[in-house]
């Protein structure tokens, strides 16, 4: 559940997409991974003290050009049928990559975990995309949530030094869905390790979300997410 409290975190550092292996910290003074095309995904958590760990693995986000029993799905009848291993082409882009950024999201919710949709948190932007740039100044996810430079925050998945917006789209958050379910509840240390993103993604009492970004100078993209109730 997210809200108000010590942010847990995952990220990693690595090349061509996928993190390998990832840095941690403690509390509100941890650092997570930085690198190039990494994941990162960051919550907060009444009570328990924070953690971070390293960032997740899997395989690739080609596949697909729809979802498998989802929403619309090829012979479907309209109605959702889940599908949390799907692998998904992003919607056409709308020209506005805040707006890609939610519909992506979106896109796996309701076709793939049969959950409603996000509302886009319009007013949670300019804190999404200044938490962005000062990680990316800082070469370190979650350091802006961390250090609470804005509101509103909330629960944060992150794309830390992805190669372009279309790869945040369309590579990380596939990404960050490959993780799938948690096998066990709570998830917590190296289980929100793994599963972190995709917890972020489906949490039930979350119900928007706002996408930050920033391109460094030689034009490393980073993307934060922010879910909120």
Not at 111 to 136: F, V
Request: charged share 15%; aromatic share 6%; proline share 5%.
């Amino acid at each position: 559940m997210a809200g108000a409290g010590t942010v847990m975190m995952s990220g990693g550092s690595g090349n061509g997409g996928y993190p390998s292996g990832g840095s941690t910290g403690i509390g509100a003074s941890g650092n997570s991974g930085s690198g190039s095309s990494g994941l990162s995904s960051g919550g907060t958590r009444d009570g328990a003290g924070g953690r971070a760990n390293g960032g997740g693995g899997g395989t690739g986000a080609t596949g697909g050009t729809g979802a498998i029993g989802g929403t619309g799905a090829i012979g479907g009848t309209g109605a959702c049928v889940k599908n949390l291993g799907c692998k998904l082409s992003p919607p056409p882009s709308t020209g506005d990559i805040y707006q890609d950024c939610v519909d992506r999201i979106n896109q796996f919710l309701t076709q793939c975990a049969c959950l409603p949709a996000l509302t886009r948190r319009k007013d949670g932007e300019a804190c999404a995309d200044q938490m962005a740039e000062y990680d990316a100044s800082m070469n370190s996810a979650h350091a802006g949530a961390i250090a609470q430079i804005c509101q509103p925050g909330g629960s944060q998945n992150e794309c830390p030094a992805y190669s372009s917006n279309a790869q945040v789209i369309g590579l990380c958050m596939q990404q960050m869905w490959d993780e799938g379910p948690p096998p066990t509840t709570p998830c917590t240390d190296s289980c929100y390790e793994d599963h972190g993103h995709f917890i972020n993604m489906t949490d039930k009492d979350i119900t928007k979300v706002a996408c930050g970004f920033y391109t460094t100078s030689p034009g490393k993209v980073w993307a934060a997410q922010n879910f909120s109730r």
